[in-house]
Each structure stands twice: as structure tokens, then as C-alpha cells.
């Protein structure tokens, strides 16, 4: 395949209505979702995509109700301890992004215990976005330039776009090429909004349960059509 972006970045939208249409309880939706990510990992990595971030949790996400709010948390728990660990076998580097804080000591355990064995895998990198908000990201990142240049390490006049990204949760990590929505909606929500400039767009109507490797390759495809200028003129 011609062209395969290095960097997707996927909005897993629908899990709710992909339940509710076949009258199921939204957690079954979140259920089957779980197994999509595994079946797009794969995928993808066929395809040699050396970047995947996936957004799974937002800072919104918090005022669902508890009952989807405990089984989200335990899919994140069951998923971090065994698929994880399964990819930490396959020289896959892994990363989390957001404010992991707000998580369960054994949550936030799991997640820092996987960033430290697989910290030194290079190719391929996950991205999991948990307890995510692309302004909340920029709030954080503002915090500690402040902090920064109060204790005298920089000065207001040092920062650069540069500086800014090594605040960023993804500080290192490059911007995404593609971003993919599932379910027919077409927002950003609140993610990555520093990382997204100039990525390219591309909204599947299928709800995230039933997204497939085909599916992937239409974005991949869709992408490879585009005509990316940056701003610039050709
Ligand atoms: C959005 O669909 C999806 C979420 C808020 C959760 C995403 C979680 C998963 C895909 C499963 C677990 C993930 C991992 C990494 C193990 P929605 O609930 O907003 O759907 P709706 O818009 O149809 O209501």
C-alpha cells in the first residue's frame, strides 16, 4: 500500500449506540469495543504503522454514570494486565497520556509499570489516551512552563513552539498524519488539539465495535489520495 502514515490517531466512537441498536446495555458496547482494539493493533501493525494512539477515556468521561464509568475502569484494568503485557513481548513501546492521577492506585501502577519495561522499544509505539483532554493537556503544559520560569529555567521570552511540545504529554512522540472518527461523528472533542494541526481528517460511519482491518485500509487509502501542503504551495 502506497503512502502509509507513520502516526493515526482514532477517536473509538459508538460503542453506546452499537449496544443500544441491538438492545444491549451500553457497557456490552465498551465490551466489544475492547475487542476491536486488539483486532486494529494487529492491523495496523501489519501495516506498519509505527504510531497508534488510541483516545479511550476523556476528561468528560468521568460524569458518565458509575456503573459505566466501573466497567470502563475495569476493561482498562483486565486489558493493561494481560493484552498489554502480551504486546510488551512484541517490541512495542507503550505510552499513556492524560491525567493518570485521577485513576486507581493499581490502575496507575499498571500504567507506569509498562512505560518502564517497554521504554526501551522502538518500533512500534502505543498511545493510550486515558483520563484525556487535549485543553486539559494544554493546562497542564501551561503549569509547568509557569513553573518553569518562576524557578528561573527559562524565560518568558525562551518559549517557543518547541518548549511547548516538551510540556505535552506526547512530548517526543510525532504529530499524528491521520486521525480517524468512528460513528459518523465529526468532531475533534477535545483531543489533541495541538497535535491535530495538520492532520488529515477522515470519518468512518461505522460504530467502533464493528470497525475492521477493511475499514482501516479505506482511511489508510483515503489518506493516500490526500494532497498534504502544510501551509505551503507546491
Ligand atoms: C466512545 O463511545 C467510547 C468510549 C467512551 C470508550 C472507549 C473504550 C473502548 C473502546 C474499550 C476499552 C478500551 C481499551 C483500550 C481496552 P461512546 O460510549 O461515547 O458511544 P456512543 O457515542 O455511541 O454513546
Known amino acids: 500500500m502506497a503512502l502509509v502514515p507513520q502516526h493515526i490517531a482514532i477517536i473509538m466512537d459508538g460503542n453506546g449506540r452499537w449496544a443500544t441498536s441491538r438492545g444491549l446495555p451500553r457497557t456490552e458496547g465498551h465490551r ?39 466497567t470502563l475502569l475495569n476493561l482498562f484494568r483486565q486489558y493493561l494486565k494481560k493484552d498489554l503485557s ?5 517490541s512495542v513501546r507503550i505510552h499513556f497520556i492524560g491525567d493518570r492521577k485521577r485513576f486507581p492506585q493499581d ?7 509498562l512505560e518502564k519495561i517497554t521504554f526501551e522499544h522502538d518500533k512500534y509505539h502505543l498511545i493510550l489516551a486515558l483520563s484525556y483532554s487535549g485543553r486539559d493537556e494544554l493546562k497542564r503544559a501551561v503549569q ?10 527559562l524565560e518568558p521570552s525562551d518559549i517557543s513552539e518547541e518548549t511547548i511540545v516538551e510540556m505535552l504529554d506526547t512530548a517526543g512522540i510525532p504529530d499524528p498524519d491521520l486521525m480517524i472518527r468512528t460513528s459518523g ?50
Request: no cysteine; hydrophobic share 35%; proline share 3%.
Open 32 to 70: 466489544k469495543g475492547a475487542e476491536t482494539v486488539t483486532r486494529i493493533l494487529e492491523a495496523a501493525q501489519k501495516r506498519d504503522i509505527k504510531y497508534i494512539t488510541l483516545y479511550a477515556f476523556s476528561t468528560e468521561n468521568w460524569k458518565r454514570p458509575s456503573e459505566e464509568v466501573d
Open 86 to 90: 502480551e504486546l510488551e513481548k512484541k
Open 107 to 113: 490502575i496507575q501502577d499498571e500504567m507506569n509499570r
Open 144 to 153: 509547568k512552563l509557569i513553573t518553569h520560569v518562576k524557578d528561573g529555567i
Open 185 to 234: 461523528e465529526q468532531r475533534i472533542s477535545n483531543f489533541l488539539l495541538w497535535q491535530l494541526a495538520y492532520a488529515e481528517m477522515y470519518f468512518s460511519p461505522v460504530y467502533w465495535p464493528d470497525f475492521t482491518a477493511e475499514e482501516l485500509d479505506k482511511a489508510i487509502e483515503a489518506y493516500a489520495s490526500r494532497d498534504r501542503r502544510f501551509g505551503k504551495i507546491k
